[in-house]
């Protein structure tokens, strides 16, 4: 991008003067607000007294590896993914991945010829800029780490076609289809498509569809994925998608449900593997959520008030990067219909330096390469900003105070 | 033992008369009866409002991978943990048995030489009669089981000893050291000793310590285990033990709080993995807990509110099998002050058939050779019998249906 001269010594001034100001700023993670948790106060009373599902299983006993039918169905539209394969779990979607990629490690998967730890060599795609956390629990296991470029429109299909089709270590890919952290890029149709159809080298394949951000919008037009099981099923490659989507930034983010959904094999799959390692899943917190969020209207109108919260913060991200950056040439940024972040991109060169001034300032931010396998940006030019947890006046400093140090390091390096 | 003769004629009557009579009942797992779980009926009003915990902690949001303080210290004393080496995790100590088998294949244990699965052979011992849940979880990843029997104090020390200090392959011994399943036998100090100090011939073995019954007393006599990890930290075997516990049979099966303890090395290991997993347990139900049970004589009183439950069903099966059995040397059984099984032991060779004839009876046993590896009990000769579940009635009921099966067993092989 062309950009603007930045008067250095300008650019000290107002950063001294930020740093005068001992802010103590913070946002880093995606975590709901305390306002969007009181949304779910009712959940702190329920299911109050009540504990027979709609089947009549007492909830409080063991039992029940799919999780409560009731629940299953709310999120089976929102998740497309129909109730008989879709399986509601714990507090976490995070941890059904994680056991999705050890039961991969630890047991043959349809379709596949032998135990991922028995392969030579395992890789997983990663589209960047990403979420560190798929990319954290996938390194961790000596998985190979590929970067593949996002655009509008997801994953660079043309590079992940090559790279399966050549490649028969490379096992998976992850992705955010919907609201994707921290781009808010939605998957078009024809990317959708061309994943569930493209021939891989891996006999065993698998697309991690994590559909965090499935009902998260934050406007009143919805985005809309592609129903990937379904199109997975049509190009003859039923078994390669595996769907996870979870309430915790519905109701409560600590105390939620987690789904996973998948084709009929990989459901028998895994519930053959699960039932060796639990007798079921907190059955009282799936009725208390079924009790509390209704059905999938009810989910509809509950999002609606997260939206309330959390869009005016998205917007005073957008306004004050327009207003300080818009002319300057100094950095772009996504404007998130949905989801929870905003992705700003900086000259080359210079993210990691703005965070820790940023930080310096008391401005806690997510860290440069966060977004990246192995936390390495390799142009360090992405920032995340996850404008939900602090309240809309913190917001707008923050943002402000990031403007201040982007100009800093911009100078400095010029 | 030496058994009195059995009249086939009147055995195939009595038999006949059972079937006649279409029972529906069902001894076959550990659960807990509706009555116990009423009496944590408050949790399902609870934490009423209330979300912080006692450090100003929001339980409704992400993060504190530990658990709650407050619990932690509650279970403390119980599971003779410290309350910085205890973690409070989901819902179910399984599946922290299952994952930590996970992660030790995975991520090489403090003190290994390297992961299991890349070990040529793994194998864990096994004291039978013991719990079938223990043994498939390990069978699913390919460990050998090993047998062990087990004596009045535990397993058979000679035996592990020898096996233990030969063998490098032996990875771990699955150990429920007070009240065991199914037997109730409380392990001796002694034998804890000598868990604690044997040479093992693998630097990274591990004592499996599910103390799933710690406060689960009968009686008002409460059997004590000595302090395994002390133990193991005195005979410089700090990180041989892995320590685990559960709420579920205290307060919801479905729904309680499971615990794991070890050493300061092992839980930092654990963290590290646990950390790619999860971004932390369910936090509200954990504070629920905690202001439910409020302490360590919270849950004493609590126990024994189910002791005054469960207790006449265990006397109703000493007395029904003493009444129908005492003299005739066809049977022994354990008499357990604490846990929730009574081990039932027949002449060799006809568990199986006194299964299968209850259960065309209407009569559910655990199937017989479920407490041994591979579902096979060598002699045919443990039943177990889970009398908590039914009511009391039912409970009676079904022991003299088995003693019916019993004795047509043994008539038929005389």
Redesign the interface.
């Known amino acids: 991008m062309t950009t603007a001269p930045v008067d250095v010594d300008t650019a000290r001034r107002d950063y001294a003067a930020l740093v005068e100001r001992g802010l103590s700023l913070d946002i880093t ?1 995606g ?2 607000s ?1 306002r969007q ?1 009181d949304l ?2 009712d ?9 027979k599902a709609e089947d009549g299983t ?7 590896l799919k999780g409560l039918t009731e629940l299953r169905r709310i999120f089976a539209g929102a998740l497309q993914v129909p109730v008989d394969q879709l399986l509601a779990a ?3 979607s ?2 059904l991945m ?2 999705a990629v ?1 039961q991969a ?3 043959t998967l349809p379709g596949g010829e032998r135990r991922w ?1 028995d392969e030579p060599r395992i890789a997983m795609l990663c589209p960047v800029p990403g979420y560190d ?1 798929h990319f ?2 996938a390194e ?2 000596g998985i190979e780490l590929i970067q593949v470029p996002m655009t509008d429109e997801g994953p660079d299909m043309d590079v992940v076609e090559r790279l399966v089709a050549e490649d028969a270590g490379i096992k998976g890919i992850w992705c955010v289809p919907k609201y994707s952290n921290p781009t808010g890029v939605t998957f078009s149709d024809e990317v959708a498509r061309r994943l569930a159809a493209m021939p891989t080298a891996a006999p065993d394949f698998r697309i991690f569809w994590d559909n965090a951000y499935a009902v998260h919008h934050l406007t009143d037009t919805e985005a809309e994925v592609a129903d990937i099981l379904a199109l997975c099923a049509e190009a003859g490659n039923g078994d390669r998608a595996f769907v996870f989507g979870s309430t ?1 930034k519905i109701t ?4 939620g449900v987690g789904f996973f959904g998948a084709s009929a094999a990989n459901i028998a799959w895994w519930s053959g ?1 699960l039932a ?10 799936q009725l208390r959520h079924a009790m509390f969020l209704k059905d999938a209207d009810g989910v509809r109108a509950h999002m609606r008030k997260h939206a309330e919260i959390i869009a005016p913060k998205f917007a005073a991200v957008d306004r004050i990067l327009t207003e300080e950056l818009g002319d300057s040439g100094l950095a772009t940024w996504t404007k998130p219909t949905g989801g929870y972040f905003v992705s700003l991109t900086v000259p080359e060169g210079t993210a990691k330096e703005i965070v820790r001034l940023a930080k310096e300032a008391g401005v806690a931010l997510t860290p440069a390469g966060a977004t990246h396998p192995y936390g390495d940006d390799p142009k360090d030019a992405t920032i995340r900003i996850a404008p939900t947890f602090p309240v809309l006046e913190e917001v707008e400093e923050a943002v402000r105070a990031l403007v201040v140090c982007l100009r800093l390091a911009v100078a400095q390096t010029a």
């Open positions: 993670r975590k709901p305390p948790l779910s106060a959940l702190l009373t329920l299911p109050n007294g009540e504990y007492d909830t409080r006993n063991y039992g029940g714990g507090n976490s995070l941890e994680h056991d050890v490690l630890l047991s730890a956390r954290a629990l961790r296991f915790s409560l983010a600590g105390a593997v060796k390692r639990t007798i079921g899943p907190d059955k009282v917190n």
